[in-house]
């Protein structure tokens, strides 16, 4: 079937299949055709492995992802113009610089301010090489990811419709660009609602099997996500496993198969470090640990306490006793023994929704603070020293919900990175006391909104952060709406995030993508596309489809934006077509 392009379509730049969109770009219009023989040449002395691995997983999507080009016919009309077209023999990688070649994953785990994640790219038009250059491997992996979207397929033949390609310099805008998965826990966390006057949040922990955990990586990639925020434990469960405290996951796991061991935690740890990201572990406290009354009972208040939602924000109820001398030990050694086993320079210590009430009413802690002379602010602030001085014994940074900063009154080192998630409306007030953050507010980001309640007995009941957030609400959102230009500079990036009270292995992928990259181009890309124009959904639309398609062909299960009669025909389908 022939098809012409109305030209009131072809305007619409649905054409660049890129995702994130590079912050420069310039693309032509030219046929390219990828030689059957392409090879990827890497032209770095002692290539380190995942790098060499990287550029074979590139070879294999170049092969494999099979896409045709989003357009009536699925370009059947490229025939004759793939007849004619020159055809690009090989990629070449070089670095710039002549600093020692570290290794991607090395390169992954540095402090975000070190990390150097640009690249450029050139694919000429005419048969000649292209050519990838970074200073870093983790910029050669930004570029494959790049260059590996350009390509469409027609009766085997590979080829891109925009040559030449220059991209200058794509630099990500924000250094920290997130998904969280609170799996196996992704373990979920929070989620507020509202019962009988009092905030409430809900969480559950799930085990995700690693196979899952490694394809939400590589989609994570696929968009230049870097981290990994590890949501590894919650109130319902505690699936990871610490050979200092074997008890924690024997007696705290959904069951002995639902645990995550310090090989599958290495497994995981390598494996996003060789895709460019590092994992930020988090393990919430003092509240949203309820599970380790099932192993050390002594340090947990209000253990499964009645009704719960007088107690905890989510059932069980149960918090850590943070007044207790040999509770705060506790605490410290667990973290110590959680953070060592991973490389990144960050770790969580949560510190969302501590219940008060849950206190007043533990003998324990009464006494606790009693003999120490203390309020339970002064108590929080002793328990989140320790906890927090632990992890700087071992070089590493705290990362706190934004409540430790807005609603306690702790001396907090100025390193401290704080996520903000309540509201969107309160990043201000982190950045007012000159803390740097990261946004992940639920009124743009978080994943799990709108899918109804899941607490029983409350027919009524709707998610607490009802309603479902769009991509296209997402996509909105403008990391320095509510910053002064003096602090913008506090602003480390974003995440969106997924907790898992109603999620498993079943709808991991369909609840993630692709909305979980709107937030993946907004922290890399910035403000403006490359034109100058400000991010905008009707441009963006397209090009999310191309994610998608792609990702379906990798074998994440992304789910469709729009029927695909108004895929194939980019702009029909808008509300004033
Ligand atoms: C960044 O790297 C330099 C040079 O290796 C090092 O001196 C500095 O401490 C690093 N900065 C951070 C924040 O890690
Ligand atoms: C590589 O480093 C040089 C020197 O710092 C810098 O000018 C250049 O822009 C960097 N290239 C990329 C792609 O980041
Ligand atoms: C805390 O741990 C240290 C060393 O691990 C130990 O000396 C001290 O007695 C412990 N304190 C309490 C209250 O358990
Ligand atoms: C906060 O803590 C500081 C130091 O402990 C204290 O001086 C100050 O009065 C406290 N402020 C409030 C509002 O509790
Ligand atoms: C923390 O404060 C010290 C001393 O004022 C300063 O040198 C450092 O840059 C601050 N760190 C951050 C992350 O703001
Ligand atoms: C900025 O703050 C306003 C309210 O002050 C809020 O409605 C909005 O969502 C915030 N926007 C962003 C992008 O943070």
Redesign the pocket.
């Known amino acids: 079937m022939r098809w012409r392009i109305p030209v009131s379509l072809a305007l619409v730049p649905h054409a660049l299949a890129l995702w994130p969109i590079p912050r420069t770009l310039k693309a032509g219009t030219g046929f390219l055709v990828l030689s059957p023989q392409f090879s990827i040449n890497v032209n770095v002395a002692d290539p380190p492995q995942d790098l060499l691995d990287a550029v074979s997983e590139t070879e294999g999507f170049l092969k494999t992802d099979k896409l045709q080009r989003l357009v009536l016919g699925r370009g059947s009309s490229d025939a004759g113009a793939l007849t004619t077209a020159a055809v690009l023999p090989s990629l070449t990688l070089t670095l710039?610089?002549t600093l020692p070649v570290l290794p991607i994953s090395a390169e992954a785990v540095k402090d975000v301010a070190n990390r150097?994640e640009?690249?450029?790219l050139s694919i000429p038009g005419d048969g000649k090489a292209a050519v990838l250059?970074?200073?870093s491997t983790l910029?050669l992996f930004r570029g494959l990811t790049t260059f590996s979207q350009f390509w469409y397929d027609l009766n085997g033949v590979t080829y891109t419709n925009v040559a030449p390609v220059s991209i200058v310099?794509d630099?990500p805008a924000y250094v920290w660009r997130s998904f969280t998965p609170t799996e196996e826990g992704w373990c979920s966390q929070s989620y507020s609602r509202t019962v009988d006057s009092c905030l409430t949040l809900l969480a559950i922990c799930k085990s995700f099997p690693v196979a899952d955990v490694k394809r939400t990586l590589d989609a994570m990639s696929w968009v230049k996500i870097n981290m990994f925020h590890w949501h590894i434990v919650d109130s319902q469960s505690f699936p990871l496993s610490l050979p200092e405290f074997p008890e924690l996951a024997q007696k705290g796991a959904y069951s002995s198969s639902e645990v995550y061991s310090p090989a599958d935690v290495q497994e995981i740890v390598s494996y996003a470090a060789a895709h460019g990201i590092d994992v930020l572990m988090e393990i919430d406290s003092p509240g949203h640990t309820a599970i380790i009354a099932e192993s050390h009972p002594e340090y947990i208040a209000c253990s499964q306490a009645s009704p719960w939602s007088t107690f905890a924000n989510e059932p069980p109820a149960g918090q850590l006793r943070l007044a207790s001398p040999a509770t705060v030990n506790f605490t410290a050694a667990l973290f110590t023994a959680a953070a060592r086993v991973l490389p990144s320079k960050y770790f969580s210590t949560g510190g969302d929704e501590l219940n008060t009430q849950c206190y007043a009413q533990d003998a324990q802690t009464q006494a606790d603070l009693k003999k120490a002379g203390k309020n339970l602010e002064q108590a929080l602030n002793t328990f989140t020293q320790a906890t927090h001085g632990a992890l700087a014994n071992l070089g590493k940074t705290a990362v706190v919900w934004e409540e430790m900063v807005l609603e306690h009154n702790l001396t907090l080192s100025n390193n401290t990175v704080v996520m903000v998630w309540i509201s969107s409306e309160n990043a201000a007030a982190v950045a007012a006391k000159n803390f740097r953050l990261v946004h992940a507010p639920s009124d743009y980001f978080y994943l799990d909104c709108g899918a109804g309640e899941w607490i029983g007995k409350d027919p009524e009941g709707n998610s607490w952060c009802d309603p479902f957030k769009t991509w296209q609400k997402s996509y909105t959102f403008n990391p320095l709406a509510n910053i002064s230009a003096a602090q913008a500079h506090l602003v480390l990036g974003g995440q969106q995030l997924l907790w898992t009270e109603q999620s498993d292995p079943q709808n991991l992928d369909s609840i993630a993508w692709p909305r979980a990259a709107t937030s993946a181009e907004i922290f890399w890309t910035g403000a403006t596309r490359p034109d100058g124009a400000p991010l905008e959904g009707t441009e963006a639309l397209p090009r999310l489809h191309e994610l998608r398609y792609r990702m379906v062909q990798r074998g994440v299960r992304a789910i469709p934006l729009q029927p695909q009669w108004c895929v194939l025909r980019p702009g029909l389908c808008n509300i004033d077509s």
Do not use: F, L, R, V
């Open positions: 710039q610089n150097s640009g690249y450029t250059s970074a200073n910029g310099k630099i």
